[in-house]
């Protein structure tokens, strides 16, 4: 290589006093992290990571001594101020998440916002990141997609939120825990029917990557006779247009009904119609008292 183009390369990579850089780290397989990451995680002052003990088998495999700070969901207040200062003074840090880009579905969002309002540098040092991973992977439209991350927890939450999305026409990425997946599902065909396509990603990128493309219905079959394993990306379809929409040729009372049968109440049904259908919930309301 020319040796003024590699001074120029090496000129652009340095790493910075006072910037916050946010290092994506593999998601399954070491061997994709990047050059540019592992040089800035052995040259930054210190590393900023969800939990030290992940990030610390990490930096131990790539031969690089770091002192480093925790900074999670739960500390990211007091954490962040002290990363914050710290980076005011002059030093450099890498904010790493157990696996993939920080800040997404992650506190790291929280930190770079602290840093604007502080008026630090923040750069990214780009790589893996499960969503889109699963996303390429998943044979669905990928043209145009919404990233949702976790549905709620709780069971009403979980099926409100299904319901909103429900209308949604482009390809949704959801991350869900092994032991809420078969909840989700069962929610999900529920709200969205038997025939919605989905992708279910688990162990991205590991010797037991798996990928299984199916519908709504497929799935919650195949989980009943088969425990879910380690973290998913779900990459679930977009609804068809709205004049193919599943209650195109059903009745207000019909509508209502529909999600009644599904598990909710009559006023969540009533909300769940007014959303598919554009109006507003006094309008289902109205047509109701009718009946």
């Not at 061997?31 to 969800?50: G, I, P, Q």
């Not at 999670?72 to 890498?94: D, M, V, Y």
């Not at 009533?270 to 309008?283: L, T």
């Amino acid at each position: 290589m020319n040796n003024s183009v590699y001074q120029s390369a090496e000129e652009k990579n340095k790493v910075l006093p006072g910037v916050l850089y946010l290092v994506a780290t593999p998601i399954g397989n070491l061997a994709d992290l990047s050059e540019r990451a592992e040089k800035v995680l052995r040259e930054v002052d210190f590393v900023a990571c969800e939990d030290t003990r992940n990030s610390m088998k990490l930096l131990t495999l790539l031969g690089i001594s770091k002192p480093v700070i925790s900074y999670f969901e739960h500390n990211k207040t007091a954490k962040g101020r002290e990363i914050a200062e710290r980076l005011q003074s002059g030093q450099s840090c890498a904010l790493v998440t157990d696996a993939g880009t920080p800040a997404i579905s992650d506190p790291g969002e929280d930190l770079v916002r602290l840093c604007a309002e502080y008026g630090i540098t923040v750069t990214s040092v780009p790589g893996c990141c499960a969503a889109i991973t699963a996303l390429i992977l998943s044979g669905l439209p990928t043209g145009k997609f919404v990233f949702e991350g976790f549905l709620p927890s709780d069971k009403k939450g979980r099926q409100q939120r299904i319901s909103e999305l429900a209308r949604e026409e482009r390809t949704l990425i959801l991350y869900e825990a092994p032991h809420r997946l078969q909840d989700s599902l069962s929610d999900m065909e529920a709200s969205l029917g038997k025939d919605r396509p989905i992708a279910l990603c688990r162990e991205l990128t590991k010797r037991n990557e798996e990928i299984m493309r199916t519908t709504l219905a497929g799935a919650v079959a195949h989980y009943k006779t088969t425990d879910p394993r380690g973290e998913y990306v779900l990459i679930l379809g977009g609804a068809k247009p709205k004049g193919e929409m599943f209650f195109a040729e059903m009745t207000i009372p019909e509508h209502v009904a529909f999600y009644e049968q599904n598990g909710l109440s009559r006023m969540d049904a009533m909300k769940a119609a007014a959303r598919d259908r554009g109006v507003g919930k006094s309008d289902i309301y109205k047509e109701m008292q009718k009946k």
